[in-house]
Each structure stands twice: as structure tokens, then as C-alpha cells.
């Protein structure tokens, strides 16, 4: 099974090509640099430095989102026009589902994606253990993040052992805080969790993550800021 993911929901856009979990290749942006410019020949390098070709991918796949508002966008519309043109399967996943799966799972360990929502807010969710991954135990949220801090002192209070691993664009903007908050609690920071790893996306598939290309849409959690702007909400 050969699988071709693409992301550019956050400032960093990645793509990846795998066969049966294995990454025959994969391609990262500069952080910053415009997706629209580049993704397209990312995908296409990507898939030619695996020695293959669009006809050989088996299933396509693109995180869809929470994210940058017309970043998402970016890399969904070219996925799944893609995945329409060759006829193959189609795949969207949670940016915090991907995020919160940056490691293998590991048992009494909290995963915490954290995405930048401005004004002290992330786009978040808790995940923990559940076999061969990380899945939710709260619902997706744009939260402030002293509420996060607040609903994860709970936790490790009532639970001993209990390890924070953070990751997302908010985690070198959170980290030290955490730190001093969760003293001896804290997984090590690491510059790869900052992104989605799309080799690591691609080990998420399942019959839950198909979708049909053409009605396949970004996933938000509220409305970008020009709208709320115009209608007045926060």
C-alpha cells in the first residue's frame, strides 16, 4: 500500500510518500515560506525522489485542519483534486489528531497539541493511550490557555504517573511555562513536534479518515478573524 500525505496547515508545509509504513520519501518547507508557491512541487519531487509516480499512489491523504485559514485550504483543495483525477481513495486528518501522534504512544503519557489561536488562545485537544496511537478524551476546542493549564493540573493531580508531552506551532511559545507549572511532568521538548509529521499522518488512516474528494471541506474551529471582524464575534 503506497500512501502520499500532504499538509500546509501550519507556517511549515510537509509531504510525504509511504509503502506499508515505510517512508520511501519526504519533503519539509522553510517555515514562513508561501504554500501556494511551493506544495505543488513539493508533492511532485517528493513523489519523483521515491522513484515513483502519481499512477503508483494507492491512497491520498491531507491534513485538513485546524490551521491557517487559507493554508488549509491550499494543500486540501490540491489533495483531494488530485486524489479525484487518479481515482484513488481519499483520507482527511486532524491536525491535532497528527500533532498529538508526533511520537509513539506511550502508556501514562498525556498528549497536548497545541496550535497558535491568537490572544492567548490555542486549538487543542487531550489525548491519551489507546493501543497503537493517541485518541482524544476531550473534544477539539479553542481554548485560553491558562483554561488548558487548569484542566491538565486536575489530571496529574489525580493521576501520579502522568507524563505532559506537548506539541504544535504553541509549544516553543508555551514550553518554559509549562515547565515551571509541571515541574519533573514534562516530556522534553523537541523542534520536530512543532509541525505535523506526515510520515507519522500517514499511520493514521482508517476506514473513519475516508472521505469523498469532492465534498471534502477544511475543518475549522471558528470562523476566521476577518469574519468574526465583520460580524463582531471574538
Known amino acids: 500500500?503506497?500512501?502520499?500525505?500532504?499538509d500546509t496547515c501550519l507556517k511549515s508545509a510537509s509531504v510525504a510518500v509511504v509503502k506499508d509504513s515505510v517512508l520511501l520519501a519526504s519533503d519539509q518547507s522553510v517555515s514562513g515560506r508561501n504554500h501556494s508557491v511551493v506544495f505543488a512541487d513539493m508533492v511532485r519531487k517528493t513523489v519523483k525522489d521515491a522513484g515513483l509516480a502519481f499512477s503508483d499512489m494507492d491512497r491520498i491523504a491531507c491534513v485538513y485542519g485546524p490551521g491557517s485559514f487559507t493554508g488549509?485550504?491550499?494543500?486540501?483543495?490540491?489533495m483531494k483534486t488530485l486524489a479525484y483525477s487518479l481515482g484513488r481513495e481519499f483520507h482527511t486528518l486532524n491536525t491535532l489528531d497528527?500533532?498529538?501522534n508526533c511520537e509513539k504512544p506511550v502508556t501514562d503519557v498525556i498528549s497536548v497539541p497545541m496550535i497558535c489561536a491568537r490572544n492567548n488562545e490555542v486549538f487543542t485537544a487531550i489525548y491519551r493511550m489507546n493501543g497503537d496511537r493517541y485518541e482524544?478524551?476531550?473534544?477539539?476546542?479553542?481554548?485560553?490557555?491558562?483554561?488548558l493549564k487548569d484542566e491538565l493540573l486536575l489530571m496529574t493531580k489525580e493521576d501520579i504517573n502522568v507524563k505532559i508531552m506537548l506539541s504544535g506551532d504553541a509549544q516553543p511559545m508555551y514550553y518554559e511555562r509549562f515547565m515551571h507549572i509541571f515541574d519533573g511532568r514534562m516530556i522534553p521538548f523537541s523542534e520536530s513536534h512543532t509541525y505535523p509529521d506526515t510520515y507519522r499522518a500517514s499511520l493514521l488512516l482508517s476506514s473513519d479518515t475516508e472521505s469523498d474528494p469532492m465534498n471534502s471541506e477544511p475543518f475549522y474551529l471558528r470562523?476566521?478573524?476577518?469574519?468574526r471582524m465583520k460580524t463582531g464575534n471574538k
Open 98 to 100: 497528527v500533532l498529538a
Open 72 to 78: 488549509v485550504r491550499i494543500g486540501l483543495t490540491f
Open 1 to 6: 500500500m503506497i500512501i502520499l500525505t500532504g
Open 223 to 227: 470562523e476566521s478573524g476577518a469574519v
Open 136 to 147: 482524544k478524551i476531550s473534544m477539539y476546542k479553542a481554548v485560553d490557555i491558562n483554561v
